[in-house]
């Protein structure tokens, strides 16, 4: 099955030569990290991860592994542990797209030794990356499976633990129809520390030993929110003109489709609420352009927060008439920031069919948290939030616009739906201690 499975993974790339080659010329993040991809890692990256004999044991290298955004964030907690308890450790970061690798790059530096782009699940590309990082522990975030890779890594007696581990309903159906083949690379898991019972469940059903699978929580419950300066923050809400009579309507990770029911509501919101401010923050840097331009063609008045920061904007920012609708955040790794002084704050990715985002953003700063339906990635958490009544699901646009208004209108109540929400984050923390205690294990054999 594994050289069935090369040769179509070959054909598929031959197949799609023309187009990446076409993305490539005009699309950037399709070139970043090209080389690493197919196995050639400088070497800068490597030279760093050479143990040094004089350090106390355990003294070794983990690959730890994050498919984007959301697992990369998910994996802090688990980094800052490892590097506190081990400083000697080396850890290799690795992740399949730009923006997750931007992020792990912007939060991770103090506890990464080198960050790279994963390799494509070639028998060839993989072996080669093996061989150069000589991992003595391989960590995936959540869910990624690639046959290849665990083949190899169990070919070279490197452990591998899935951390955070999640199974949808719809890769269940999938890795169950493909059972004689997806048996057999779950066999390839040394640890699967899961989210849920149910992860749990799935997971044993799949072929992993039931001495292998552990719940252990959601690491997500653990990651530390990042505090905006203060300076800061007064110096660029001053820019924006946004005072505390204003009330603040982010809608944080939006997708195609997201933006137009979002801005629907803010435009009928806005006669009730003059004062009313609206801050997008698309999830994809490719976007950026493509959502002013939606923006701008409803006729509303905007700024980008890359404008407002460069000279010019700061004197024009010191004009009174200078007070923009819509502000685009148009960078990476600021949402929590804008979270933090949000009146009402909506996750996206769950208007669409995308499966959701990190609902616990707002929550850790108290915030109410709005999203749509299409949660299959956040479901249980959505559960969480929604019985200790700190979540707002919304099914439709009249949904979405009443929910927001109430929010807005009646302070008591949002406090109350905040504090709810913050709740559900502190009864849950401590999933990463226990996914550290199974790791001390391995580390110590």
Avoid at 118 to 131: A, Q
Avoid at 215 to 238: A, S, Y
Avoid at 266 to 283: M, Q, S, V
Avoid at 427 to 438: D, S
Wanted: glycine letters at 6%.
């Amino acid at each position: 099955m594994y050289i069935l499975y090369d040769i179509l993974l070959h054909l598929s790339l031959i197949l799609l030569i023309p187009y990446f080659l076409f993305k490539m010329l005009f699309v950037g993040k399709y070139r970043k990290g090209i080389l690493e991809r197919f196995g050639f890692i400088g070497k800068e990256k490597i030279k760093n991860l050479t143990p040094n004999s004089e350090l106390q044991a355990p003294n070794c290298t983990i690959w730890l592994h994050a498919v984007s955004v959301g697992e990369a964030k998910a994996a802090m907690p688990l980094l800052k542990g490892l590097k506190k308890k081990y400083p000697n450790l080396k850890i290799v970061f690795s992740c399949v797209t730009p923006t997750g690798n931007a992020v792990a790059a912007q939060e991770g530096l103090a506890w990464i030794d080198s960050l790279i782009y994963f390799p494509l699940d070639f028998d060839w590309v993989v072996s080669r990356v093996v061989k150069m990082l000589r991992p003595n522990v391989f960590i995936v975030m959540e869910k990624e499976i690639w046959p290849n890779v665990l083949k190899i890594l169990k070919r070279n007696d490197v452990p591998v633990m899935v951390v955070n581990g999640s199974i949808s309903d719809r890769s269940f159906r999938r890795y169950t129809m493909f059972g004689f083949f997806f048996r057999r690379i779950f066999k390839n898991v040394s640890y699967f520390l899961c989210q849920t019972k149910k992860d749990s469940d799935k997971a044993i059903a799949l072929g992993i030993e039931s001495s292998q699978v552990m719940v252990t929580g959601n690491i997500k419950f653990d990651i530390e929110p990042p505090q905006w300066d203060p300076l800061e923050r007064d110096v660029l809400l001053q820019r924006l003109s946004i005072t505390a009579h204003d009330k603040t309507f982010v809608a944080g990770s939006t997708h195609e489709g997201e933006e137009e029911i979002v801005l629907g509501v803010f435009e009928r919101l806005k006669p009730e609420f003059p004062n009313l401010r609206l801050i997008f923050a698309p999830r994809h840097p490719e976007r950026f352009d493509e959502v002013e331009e939606f923006i701008k063609k409803r006729g509303f008045s905007m700024i980008r927060i890359s404008a407002i920061r460069s000279q010019e904007s700061e004197i024009r920012s010191q004009e009174k008439d200078i007070k923009p609708e819509v502000i685009l955040v148009d960078s990476m790794g600021e949402l929590c920031n804008f979270y933090s002084i949000a009146t009402v704050a909506f996750v996206g990715g769950t208007l669409v069919d995308i499966g959701g985002h990190n609902l616990l953003e707002p929550a850790f700063y108290k915030k109410p948290v709005i999203y749509g339906h299409y949660l299959k990635s956040y479901a249980e958490m959505a559960d969480m939030l929604e019985t200790a009544g700190g979540g707002v699901r919304i099914d439709s646009e009249e949904e979405f616009l009443g929910k927001v208004r109430r929010l807005l209108s009646d302070e008591a109540y949002r406090q109350r739906v905040g504090n709810a929400a913050y709740s559900v984050v502190e009864a849950n923390k401590g999933a990463t201690e226990k996914c550290l205690k199974v790791l001390e294990g391995l580390l110590l054999e």
